[in-house]
């Protein structure tokens, strides 16, 4: 059984799963979503600041699929400080199409205090018809009453980092969420497997996967599948993204998502410490190569 479509609070209806293309170098990017075309993702999940929309364009040009068949969603990134307009329209040309599926903004920060005014520009962008539905992501609970306090056309979506160990946290802006008819669109969900493994969300999910002998991502991913949300992932391997797809055939007991919740909730300081380690490190190690270069300059100006 594949994933099944979501009606959108605008009456169009999307793919559940979709395939992202951060972090994917613009040198092998057009292949690797070649590859997920090919695979069955009709979901293409792009932004600005990727910048490789170029390069999804051109799979999606090779892939030699009508328009219509893909529903492909990209993000205002303020790059280059241009306004949701002018990125929108460069958006257009770099990826090679009509019209944006849904078009996002990519993080509250860029409204630079003023979200009610960039919403209505991204209104604008809907009423022009560039863009078939507008949403957000990265917009934390008060963000969302801010713009839904004075906007005309709500945002369809909230893509939001979304696993077991922020589930406890969330949960709030989920469920506000959800009473508004706003969906969610969780990126990131393999963290507790890929970024932070071996913490208490381990044992819950290599349990579930035993049982339904299918492999821990999947159940991750179909955790995800059970809140509701939509599902943005990625993967350079063939085989993987055939796993993904089969996550629309498994379907986790309430008990399931339960225990995975609980083993989130209780983790979740040890993630952040996790976290938090990874931060100290990546920052003495940019710190260390800093120096580095400040003392081979000196060495160099001595000689």
């Known amino acids: 059984m594949p994933f099944e479509k979501i009606v959108l609070n605008d009456g169009r209806v999307i793919p559940q799963i979709g395939f992202g293309s951060w972090k994917i170098p613009k040198e092998v990017c057009t292949g690797e979503v070649e590859q997920a075309i090919d695979v069955g993702f009709d979901h293409l999940d792009t932004a600005q600041t990727y910048r490789n929309e170029e390069e999804v364009g051109q799979a999606i040009k090779e892939s030699g699929l009508a328009r219509k068949e893909l529903w492909i969603t990209t993000k205002w990134s303020g790059t280059d400080d241009k306004g949701p307009a002018q990125s929108c329209s460069e958006s257009l040309e770099k990826i090679g199409i009509e019209y944006i599926d849904l078009y996002l903004i990519h993080s509250p920060r860029l409204c630079k205090g003023d979200i009610p005014g960039t919403w209505k520009q991204m209104e604008q962008l809907y009423k022009e018809g560039k863009v078939k539905s507008i949403g957000v992501s990265n917009f934390k609970l008060d963000d969302l009453k801010e713009l ?104 986790l007991t309430e008990e399931d998502v339960e225990a995975i919740d609980h083993a989130g909730a209780k983790g979740a300081k040890w993630y952040e410490r996790q976290t938090e380690g990874k931060s100290r490190r990546a920052a003495k190690f940019a710190a260390a190569g800093v120096l580095g270069v400040y003392l081979l300059y000196r060495l160099v100006s001595a000689i």
């Open 148 to 251: 839904l306090a004075s906007c005309s056309i709500k945002p369809v979506v909230n893509q939001i980092l979304l696993h077991p160990y922020v589930i406890k946290t969330t949960t709030p802006l989920l469920e506000y969420m959800a009473k508004h008819h706003i969906v969610a669109e969780g990126y990131s969900t393999l963290i507790p497997l890929t970024g932070a493994p071996g913490g208490p969300v381990d044992k819950p999910i290599n349990k579930i996967a035993e049982r339904l002998k299918v492999a821990p991502e999947q159940v991750l991913l179909a955790w995800s599948k059970a809140k509701h949300a939509i599902i943005v992932t990625t993967s350079s391997k063939k085989d993987r993204l055939e796993r993904y797809l089969a996550v629309g055939d498994i379907d």
